[in-house]
């Protein structure tokens, strides 16, 4: 499956909030049906691909064991090889590593609040707002409809995914960096399946349910509203790039920018309608975390470790969200007692799968 084609599966989590590896993994398996074409573009047809068969294959021949590359002498592929991961189709790899990662997260939560722990240790706490705060949080999302005259586009574009807005800041191309738009979907469904188990868990009531003069611009997802999804995958990516794109591949001031992309993502949900600004903040608080948690997972001889976050919901009353209000540039900072970016460390295990998706995406930028 090509991988634009992947990235685009992977972000509609954000518009449809269905997951990210499953919609990509059914684009891909529709395709296995008539996979024949093999990606040439070309068509080939299961009666086609009969009689040709018929015409070609000659008499039976007794099989032989596959040949072996140079020092395996097995006749199988070496067991719990990352390597092996080359040979697989992208879809297949995008479950391999999503099964594991996510393998190693737990919940625990209370009424107000959920808390995410990765191998037992505690990752990040997100404590839902009142019912006063989101109250005062509605006439936000009331004044920020002006902007959606000129924000039109952008909310249209970014429904169905959010990686091309970040390509720009970048030397991305799909067709010479496929494994980097592949991590990127990676670390998206992460994002997105951990926000959705949070979402499920904190069950926040969307603008609309708060006044009906919200009027979303778009449909209004069925499910709850904190943290955003598409803040959560939106930081997730940015702080992914941030550590994946060495700095010699970077114009100054990318990464800076990278989160203020972030952001402006972030709040173009709150002018469609669709997200609280307090949304956003759980989202930024999230995504940056899991961001972090994954790379540890790849690098952990050069990533610093996963940092124990926290987003702190209730008082946030007309607090509004901005880009400055959580990162200075690309530095995480703590925002009115409302974010802790950095409550202690957590030890992540080496991931090997994961090392060599990353090695290869880092590979690209050389």
């Not at 992977?10 to 049906?33: D, E, G, I, L, N």
């Not at 479950?95 to 393998?103: R, V």
Request: charged share 15%.
């Amino acid at each position: 499956m090509p991988i634009s084609s992947l990235s685009q599966s992977t972000q509609s989590t954000q518009s449809t909030q269905s997951t990210q590896s499953t919609q990509s993994t059914q684009s891909t398996q529709s395709t296995q049906s008539t996979q024949s074409t093999q990606g040439t573009g070309d068509i080939a047809t299961p009666v086609g691909l009969m009689t040709a068969r018929d015409g070609i294959v000659g008499p039976w021949i007794d099989p032989v064991v596959p040949q072996q590359p140079a020092g395996q002498g097995d006749w199988a592929l070496k067991t719990h090889e990352p390597g092996n991961l080359s040979h697989w189709p992208d879809w297949s790899r995008q479950m391999c590593l999503l099964s594991e990662i996510l393998s190693n997260f737990s919940y625990a939560q209370s009424p107000e609040a959920i808390a995410i722990d990765l191998e037992g240790a505690r990752l990040c706490t997100l404590v839902r707002p009142t019912a006063q705060d989101f109250l005062a949080q509605t006439a936000l999302v009331h004044d920020y409809s002006d902007l959606r005259g000129d924000r039109a586009q952008e909310i249209l574009d970014q429904i169905g995914g959010t990686t091309a807005y970040f390509a720009s800041l970048l030397p991305m191309n799909a067709g010479r960096m496929a494994k980097t738009f592949e991590l990127l979907s990676l670390v998206q469904t992460v994002a997105a399946c951990v926000a959705q188990r949070c979402k499920h868990a904190l069950a926040c009531r969307r603008p609309d349910a708060f006044s009906a003069q919200i009027q979303p611009m778009i449909a209004m997802p069925g499910h709850g509203a904190l943290p955003s999804g598409h803040a959560t995958e939106a930081f997730a990516l940015a702080e992914t790039l941030r550590q994946l794109v060495p700095t010699r591949s970077k114009a100054q001031g990318v990464d800076a920018m990278l989160f203020r992309q972030a952001a402006r993502i972030a709040v173009n949900r709150t002018v469609a309608g669709l997200h609280f600004p307090a949304d956003s903040f759980a989202g930024a608080v999230l995504g940056y975390t899991i961001a972090g948690a994954v790379a540890a997972m790849a690098t952990p001889e050069t990533s610093a470790p996963a940092k124990n976050t926290r987003f702190e919901g209730p008082g946030i009353g007309a607090t509004d969200f901005f880009a400055a209000q959580v990162f200075d540039g690309a530095t995480p900072v703590a925002a009115n007692d409302l974010v802790n970016f950095d409550n202690g460390s957590v030890t992540v295990t080496a991931m090997a799968m994961m090392g060599w998706l990353w090695q290869e995406a880092q590979a690209e930028w050389r």
